[in-house]
């Protein structure tokens, strides 16, 4: 059982940057694709970014795109979102989950088996 745990969160002003961390244990991330998710006040989560297995795919939602850049390393289990020119609309709870499909970018929740628990991200304007 693969326990997933996000880290990294907090209160930003618009245009700053912060990197978040997803960092598994119980097993190791490096066979699964990882995603990152969010979901603001009143709103459905919704796919942000993935990286698949060896990280040779990468694909993020069109509103984080040149933003936002995903990335892994395997040696420390853990799977990072760097996320820059931050906006109040990128204020949700983010989360990470990781997917046994791990050769093709997953952008539905259904597709993943493990979750983490979520870090708060909130972006003033």
């Known amino acids: 059982q693969v326990q997933l745990v996000e880290s990294g969160g907090g209160l930003v002003q618009a245009g700053d940057s912060l990197r978040l961390s997803c960092e598994a244990s119980?097993?190791?991330?490096?066979?699964?694709?990882v995603g990152w998710f969010r979901q603001a006040p009143g709103k459905y989560r919704e796919f942000v970014a993935a990286?698949?297995?060896?990280?040779?795919?990468?694909d993020y939602a069109d509103s984080v795109k040149g933003r936002f850049t995903i990335a892994r390393d395997d040696a420390k289990n853990t799977v990072y979102l760097a996320m820059s020119s931050l906006k109040p609309e990128d204020t949700a709870v983010y989360y990470c989950?990781?997917?046994?499909?791990?050769?093709?970018?997953?952008?539905?929740?259904?597709?993943?088996?493990?979750w983490g628990q979520g870090t708060q991200v909130t972006v003033s304007s």
């Open positions: 989950a990781a997917s046994q499909l791990n050769r093709i970018i997953n952008k539905w929740e259904v597709t993943y088996n493990y």
């Open positions: 119980g097993g190791g991330l490096s066979t699964f694709a």
């Open positions: 990286i698949t297995s060896g990280a040779d795919n990468t």
